[in-house]
């Protein structure tokens, strides 16, 4: 399988290149997103590709996109890539890659969703007892379901900056009352109903991010990827013990890989080797099976 570090559209203008997405303009109720293997971390883009990520991710979303239709409208469009890229040979290089969607108001809230207590989450805990203002009991370990799933927003940052946690109430400042309340509860619907298919398919999902737009209606719509390896925290069921920090299905692998390394965590990114490309293909790819097959 060949590696799409980056795409090479010449048909379509070029809206944004983002650290795993390029997005290309169609018309003026659609555009193209090509998801690449490119894999970033700590914020850096790697300079070699993980095989087959981009298109894993394509079909994790798609398949979540049409499953979760029932409970809110998404950005997936009818059209057919070979309408939107002509060209048989543009559209060899992205076809496993590339969605088309219909164009949409990007709301500045990130959606997260936590089901167990793990990441910046456990520091927040310990430090306060509560994870982003919400309290939660005395006594939880790392890795401990939540006795239900909070929701815990966050600002969507400028391209090279942070998102930071914010309250509801800034939400509302943000969005307006009625969608903020309308993404938090379609969040908690989204991430209820993914989480407990999951768990069936030997998958714990323990924390993901969901985006929304607006569509010209006003209408409230998922947007960008959707419960995958890189926007999720997902766990695999047989191993999963309260205490200790459970294996994951994502980009572990790479990142443990540049912690052993004497690099400062800013561009440009080392070079990784096979290896670690191999397992952490072989992680996305696992996923994909036991969620999609």
Request: charged share 25%.
């Amino acid at each position: 399988m060949a590696n799409l570090h980056t795409s090479n559209i010449k048909s379509l203008p070029l809206l944004h290149k983002g650290k795993v997405r390029d997005i290309y303009d169609i018309d003026e109720d659609h555009m193209l997103i090509v998801t690449t293997d490119r894999i970033s971390a700590f914020d850096v883009v790697m300079p070699n590709a993980i095989t087959g990520k981009g298109s894993i991710l394509n079909d994790v979303t798609t398949f979540w996109l049409n499953k979760l239709s029932h409970i809110i409208p998404n950005q997936l469009s009818d059209l057919a890539l070979e309408d939107v890229l002509p060209d048989s040979n543009e559209r060899a290089e992205v076809t496993d890659h590339a969605m088309i969607v219909k164009k949409l108001k990007a709301l500045p809230v990130e959606a997260i969703v936590r089901g167990y207590l793990i990441g910046s989450g456990w520091k927040d805990y310990q430090a306060t007892g509560s994870v982003c203002g919400i309290k939660l009991p005395a006594g939880l370990q790392l890795a401990d379901k939540l006795p239900e799933a909070i929701y815990t927003p966050s600002s969507k940052a400028a391209v090279g900056e942070h998102d930071e946690n914010i309250n509801f109430a800034t939400t509302e400042a943000l969005v307006g009352s009625d969608i903020a309340a309308q993404i938090r509860d379609v969040s908690l619907q989204l991430y209820k109903e993914a989480s407990a298919y999951a768990l069936e398919r030997g998958i714990i999902i323990a924390d993901t991010k969901f985006e929304f737009g607006l569509d010209k209606n006003g209408q409230l719509t998922l947007i960008d990827e959707v419960l995958t390896p890189d926007s999720s925290r997902f766990w695999p069921a047989d191993q999963y013990q309260p205490g200790i920090s459970p294996p994951s299905f994502d980009k572990q692998f790479v990142r443990d890989y540049l912690e052993t390394l004497d690099w400062n965590k800013t561009a440009p990114g080392p070079t990784l080797p096979d290896e670690v490309i191999q397992k952490t293909s072989e992680k996305y790819q696992q996923a994909k099976n036991l969620l999609t097959q």
